[in-house]
């Protein structure tokens, strides 16, 4: 029996598990767009334009693929990887009206992702993707295709075929329980979904994830569906985020917002979220929102720290705290013994729009949906000031990019006087 080529990591099932998927997804990719090539996308063009012509953004972007060391440039079966900068744009250019399909070892989620696999790790790539320009122009790529991704025609995904539709004999196995767990109507078309945004900012049904002690301010609730990823004590303003291990730099996780100072020294819990999970976030604590916006960041940023990540930036989920696009939603807790502590959601290569549903003065209580990602989930930090003395509950979780998930709601610390 000939061996799989398996990745070490892939992170909450955004990209196969076993690499031969993932090079066999993009084969055909390959395949389709060099056989039926289209005009760009009026969004693809402009990305174009601007690369062609900011000098520096077109070195970086032609040089990451010239850059990727030569043992990744063919995949196991001996088929070539993207071939260049403007084959990279085609192939972007043709997912633009296609959405991820599932498959057992765990879906493409991730297809531009894909596409930068390895050029992201190389001195070019990490130059590019912390260009300002560049990624201003890439979340208007990104934007554009959300709007598909939640238009009705995206819906097709769901019911495509019984092996990698949503709804098909293998994403069954694989969410046995979706019918009971999740609001919508087996009998209506897609279950009642109109797009696959709607598929993935599904709700549950009431009572599926109860409150813990709903009456108790001193219990604070998981804000996500997610699996711990690190727990981080007497954290640092100032910290070279960037180094092996990726410590917290809270001035940079901040954005140097006002109340910065009020957490150095502080606890930072960070928790990631999985293709299969809910991907709305709930408000730890009862309180009131003191700030809430977002910060347009990086996509496909990760640190040159952790080499040739295969499914990057998974292994740089501290790094991208500091870089990445992400909301800060500050929330002034009812219980004195808490105060004000912050919600942080960040996103992750594709998965980089955060919908925040609350507004500066608002009263919520724990448990109450804030917000959520849109085309999925990613990763989040819950920051507590220095005087905060907190007993973690990770329910016999080990952090690390191998946890399970602990369900929204469920208590995750206790606040000691």
Not at 103 to 115: C, K
Not at 194 to 210: H, L, Y
Not at 282 to 293: L, M, Q
Request: with cysteine.
């Amino acid at each position: 029996m000939e061996e799989k080529i398996r990745a070490p990591y892939r992170v909450g099932r955004w990209l196969p598990s076993d690499q031969r998927r993932l090079d066999n997804w993009l084969k055909d990719l390959i395949i389709e767009v060099d056989n039926t090539p289209k005009p760009l996308h009026p969004v693809i063009q402009e990305l174009k334009e601007l690369i062609e012509g900011d000098a520096v953004i077109y070195m970086n972007f032609k040089s990451m693929f010239e850059q990727v060391p030569e043992k990744f440039k063919k995949n196991p079966a001996g088929d070539p990887q993207v071939r260049n900068y403007f084959h990279a744009l085609q192939l972007i250019n043709g997912i633009m009206t296609k959405a991820p399909e599932f498959n057992l070892t765990g879906l493409v989620g991730f297809p531009i992702n894909a596409i930068f696999d390895w050029s992201m790790a190389t001195p070019a790539g990490f130059t590019l993707f912390l260009n300002e320009r560049f990624n201003a122009q890439f979340k208007k790529v990104l934007n554009a295709w959300a709007r598909f991704l939640e238009s009705k025609d995206s819906a097709y995904v769901l019911n495509k075929h019984p092996r990698n539709g949503w709804f098909g004999v293998d994403a069954q196995k694989a969410m046995p329980h979706f019918v009971e767990e999740f609001k919508c109507d087996p009998k209506a078309p897609h279950h009642g979904f109109t797009s696959w945004d709607d598929f993935f900012t599904r709700e549950f049904r009431e009572g599926m994830r109860p409150i813990a002690e709903p009456n108790n301010d001193a219990v604070i609730v998981n804000a996500c569906e997610s699996a711990p990823y690190r727990l981080s004590k007497k954290v640092r303003l100032q910290s070279d985020f960037w180094i092996k291990g990726q410590p917290y730099s809270l001035l940079h996780m901040l954005n140097d917002d006002p109340y910065t100072p009020l957490f150095d020294g502080g606890t930072v819990y960070q928790a990631f979220l999985s293709a299969l999970s809910y991907h709305r976030w709930h408000s730890p604590v009862s309180g009131t929102i003191k700030k809430a916006y977002v910060i347009d960041g990086t996509y496909y940023s990760e640190t040159p720290a952790e080499g040739f990540d295969p499914s990057g930036p998974n292994e740089s989920q501290g790094y991208i705290t500091e870089v990445a696009t992400r909301a800060l939603i500050f929330i002034e807790a009812d219980n004195p013994d808490i105060g004000l502590m912050c919600f942080m959601p960040v996103g992750m290569a594709e998965v980089s729009t955060c919908d925040i549903t609350v507004y500066e003065g608002q009263h919520v209580t724990k448990g109450e949906e804030i917000g959520m990602f849109h085309f999925g989930g990613s990763t989040h930090c819950l920051i507590f000031q220095p005087h905060v003395k907190l007993d973690f509950d990770l329910h016999g979780r080990d952090p690390g990019l191998h946890s399970e998930n602990i369900p929204i709601n469920s208590r995750i610390a206790t606040v000691k006087k």
